[in-house]
């Protein structure tokens, strides 16, 4: 059961759901400050469903393509985990936020955006890409959805290089790597309130030179 007094999270997933196992696994610690009610998935095959369940996560599925005037069902699912903020982690399709929920809701992106995304950008399509346009350098984005793909305020981002001899699956070990790596300081850091807006920019995520210190490599 979880701590009134912690954020609590739903987790939005389409696959295997690996960054939701790491966001169960860290919530499971007695003094995190954020807990996951809800894992919410677009397909019932989806192998995350699984590792939510054997955690004693509440899990739901529900029509991830639905046109943004019917996404009704997607929201009350959402609302039945009473969350706090919400997180796309490998979550395939275009969300409708409503205005309650703008800034509340987060995606993790695999690249740095704005350059590789949109619609059709997910998993090996962004790589390629990536490895296509020549460019030293990829990574992470943590941003704020909007009522586009990747296109909302960006929260963070965690650079990896990329190297002469990377394969697309090379790089994306890399970027998945970085994502695993970056998720709990920055669920940590949104959970606590040290993510605010300042300026025009948010400000408060983690700093990439603290990602290892804070896995203690």
Known sequence: MSSPSRFRLVILISGGGGLMRRAVHAAAVEHAPFCVTRVIASRADAAGLDVARSAGVETAVVRGNAPVSQQHEIWREIEAGEPQGVM?????????????????????????????????????????????????????????????????????????????????????????????????????AWSSGRIRLEGGRWVGAPAAAGLRMHAGL
């Open 88 to 188: 796309l982690l490998g979550w395939l399709h275009r969300l409708h936020v409503p205005p309650p929920w703008m800034h509340r809701v987060v995606n993790v992106h695999p690249s740095l955006l704005p350059l590789f995304g949109g619609k059709g950008m997910w998993g090996h399509h962004v790589h390629e890409a990536v490895l296509a346009a020549g460019v030293r350098v990829s990574g992470c984005t943590y941003h704020f959805v909007d009522e586009h793909y990747d296109t909302g305020p960006i929260v963070a981002q965690y650079a990896v290089p990329v190297e002469d001899a990377d394969t697309v699956d090379a790089l994306a070990d890399r970027v998945i790597g970085m994502q695993h790596l970056s998720l709990v300081p920055f669920l940590e």
